[in-house]
């Protein structure tokens, strides 16, 4: 390989090197359009071909990232892994469920799994400086036994990082997580239980609340908090000449968990208050609280929906 190579050849060289066909949902194919991304260490480099100008080429050209002494990854490598590898580890928790799309309430830490012998820790940032305090800011490290083998892999795989996630939050937001890996179809009902099974047991008293219909994690969010009030809660229920709505309650409060994404510009509310209106003609209340209303100030949310159950009719619609 000679080391004028313009930037793409090298890429095209290094791609069947540097990445694996993924075997879903076990392992995390989170960039680089459903492929995972392997590291590898400067000798494998060497043993496919490469010599030491090929691989300072291919790093001043962009096709290769130096994210640590003697570890590569591909350039166009998604700047999360290649910090999590910079650090010393492989990414975990809440990172890699932001990667694949999977609702995390609140995430402003990179998470990366170290094994228990792990040295030489780097700062995310800067590969020359050390990472001096495991709590430093900005990075979590998480200690704890993989159980899926990561081999190469900037990840760890897809249950292995819910396992971390359930560990790493507040229960609600945990289960609005599992919800969300569900819904979008990232786990199976199997994985789910393996995920459990994988958890200390005083974790399993979450399992039955965990529902794949919901549509985001502000509508998990609601129905936990309804569920903690007491009520009956529907999910994803259709109603004759309105459609499906998020949430029934009681039989008759509907709650629709509106966010920017969907709800945004006057046609969408002009569609919206028509759904109400049809659901005022079947007999139903409807309230619409925005995702940031649920998930931040959720006491004001439910103080409205308090002052309508105080008021609620003795039975439900017909």
């Known amino acids: 390989m000679h080391p004028t190579l313009p930037p793409q050849a090298f890429i095209s060289a290094l791609r069947p090197h540097l990445r694996r066909a993924v075997t879903p949902p076990l392992l995390a194919g989170v960039t680089l359009g459903g492929m995972f991304v392997e590291f590898l260490h400067r ?7 490469m010599s030491r100008s090929d691989i300072a ?3 001043h050209s962009g096709a290769l990232v130096r994210a640590r002494r003697d570890h590569y990854l591909p350039g166009d490598t998604d700047d999360r892994l290649v910090r999590a590898v910079r650090v010393g580890g492989r990414l975990t928790c809440l990172s890699v469920l932001q990667l694949l799309g999977v609702f995390v309430q609140v995430s402003s830490h990179l998470h990366v799994h170290m094994v228990r012998t792990a040295s030489r820790m780097r700062s995310p940032h800067d590969r020359r400086q050390r990472l001096e305090d495991r709590s430093v800011r900005g990075v979590r490290l998480h200690w704890s036994p993989l159980h899926d083998p990561p081999g190469h892999s900037a990840t760890v795989s897809v249950i292995d990082a819910l396992v971390h996630s359930v560990l790493c939050q507040a229960p609600r937001a945990a289960i609005a997580s599992l919800d969300s890996a569900l ?7 199997a994985d789910l239980g393996e995920v459990f099974a994988r958890l200390p047991a005083r974790f399993a008293v979450l399992r039955p609340l965990v529902d794949g219909r919901a549509e985001s994690g502000p509508e998990t969010l609601m129905r936990l908090m309804l569920r903690a009030l007491g009520c009956s809660v529907a999910v994803q229920v259709q109603i004759e000449g309105v459609g499906r709505v998020d949430l029934v309650v009681d039989g008759w409060l509907v709650i629709e968990c509106d966010s920017k994404e969907f709800h945004a510009g006057w046609q969408a509310q002009a569609k919206d208050r028509e759904r109400d209106l049809r659901l005022a003609a079947r007999g139903f209340t409807c309230i ?5 209303m649920i998930m931040n100030d959720p006491e004001f949310v439910l103080d ?3 002052g309508l159950l105080a008021t609620r009719p003795d039975r439900a619609p017909e």
């Open 43 to 49: 000798a494998e480099l060497v043993l496919d071909g």
């Open 57 to 59: 080429a291919a790093v």
């Open 183 to 189: 819904y979008r179809a990232v786990i199976s009902l």
């Open 288 to 292: 619409r609280p925005t995702a940031a």
């Open 304 to 306: 409205a929906v308090r």
